[in-house]
């Protein structure tokens, strides 16, 4: 990947941290970033969508920044909706990439749980698509996950 690319995937801020879905088109990007957001807003968290099925990245000073394609910004899909309008923020520093696949690994290997994009590495999770998954993500995005136990 290039300093900077647009690629399909959506953001969203929570905290200061944020959190870029990527999967196939319809494997519930969209969805699992409200659900997030809503779970984070319930704790009393700062949750804001970034971006909703394609966004720009870019590496700035060893960061990897997300941000919405314009005029995209504060449009995402409701499956069976359509496109609705919602706040958003113009930028977040991504923190965690979360992979949506059909058949995620069941226990995954060292080397997957990062990604390279746009030259900087970034922690990664592959869940299930169409899975419910908010609160995970949640958890792994604020440090919770961290503690592997291998067996």
């Not at 968290?45 to 971006?51: E, I, M, N, T, W």
């Not at 290997?109 to 949640?138: F, K, N, T």
Request: aromatic share 2%.
């Amino acid at each position: 990947m290039n300093a900077h690319e647009t690629i399909h995937a959506g953001c969203v801020l929570i905290g200061e941290a944020g959190l870029l879905i990527r999967g196939a088109s319809g494997s519930g990007k969209s969805a699992l970033a409200r659900e997030v957001v809503s779970l984070a807003l319930g704790t009393g968290r700062f949750g804001r969508l970034v971006s909703d099925d394609r966004t720009r990245l870019e590496a700035h000073h060893g960061r990897l920044l997300a941000r919405p394609v314009e005029p995209l910004g504060g449009s995402i899909e409701v499956f069976g909706l359509g496109i609705v309008r919602r706040p958003f923020e113009a930028a977040a520093v991504v923190r965690l990439v979360l992979d949506l696949s059909d058949a995620p690994a069941r226990y995954p290997e060292e080397q997957d749980r990062h990604v390279v994009l746009c030259g900087v590495m970034i922690p990664r999770i592959r869940m299930q698509a169409g899975a419910i998954s908010a609160d995970v993500a949640l958890g792994c995005l604020s440090g919770v996950c961290d503690t592997i136990v291998t067996l």
